[in-house]
């Protein structure tokens, strides 16, 4: 069971590999010490957490 729909994660990838930099707001730019990993798991399982 996935936590998460891969569907809309890939559609959001996207859109943000399309974004131009100089458009981004900093922010609007999540602080990237607030995002955590859980190395435990493999790779395609990873659990992201904000």
Request: one cysteine or more; hydrophobic letters at 30%.
């Amino acid at each position: 069971m996935n936590k998460y729909n891969i569907e809309e994660l890939a559609e959001k990838l996207e859109r943000c590999r399309n974004v131009n930099l100089d458009d981004v707001k900093l922010e609007d730019v999540d602080e990237i010490t607030d995002i955590k990993i859980d190395r435990r798991k493999p790779s395609s399982e990873y659990y992201w957490s904000f």
